[in-house]
């Protein structure tokens, strides 16, 4: 199982990027999916969520609430995250997470220990 993410780079604060992360597996529909960050000098944190399967729920951390969209597409294998006003803060290595599971809520996804894959991150540098 690979997964591959891409879409970082340079924005302004008030700017707007897209991340997007390949996973390339026959099932792509089953896996829960979510994105992490890690912030130089922090720890990794979750960002986003959505689940697999039959269910469409989408989680989000309070730091990037309304900002943020999480969303997938099963037909081409990919799982997005729009970034919209963007904060310096906001500057981080980001991660997309898999693991084929079904149980849902805001604390199982955001538990990194649930997720067998992970990519190998995009950077995303945000000035001011």
């Known amino acids: 199982v690979q997964l591959q993410a891409c879409g970082g780079g340079l924005a302004q604060a008030g700017g707007s990027l897209t991340l997007s992360c390949v996973l390339s597996?026959?099932?792509?529909?089953?896996?829960?999916m979510a994105w992490f960050r890690r912030a130089p000098g922090k720890e990794r944190a979750f960002v986003a969520g959505?689940?697999?399967?039959?269910?469409?729920?989408?989680y989000y951390a309070d730091s990037v609430k309304d900002r943020y969209t999480i969303s997938r597409d099963n037909a081409k294998k990919t799982l997005y995250l729009q970034m919209k006003s963007l904060k310096p803060d906001d500057t981080a290595v980001y991660y997309c997470?898999?693991?084929?599971?079904?149980?849902?809520?805001?604390?199982?996804?955001?538990?990194?220990?649930?997720?067998?894959?992970w990519g190998r991150g995009t950077q995303v540098t945000v000035s001011s």
């Open positions: 597996e026959r099932m792509f529909g089953s896996y829960s």
């Open positions: 997470a898999a693991v084929v599971a079904y149980e849902l809520g805001y604390r199982v996804f955001a538990n990194a220990a649930r997720y067998d894959y």
């Open positions: 959505i689940s697999g399967g039959t269910s469409t729920d989408k």
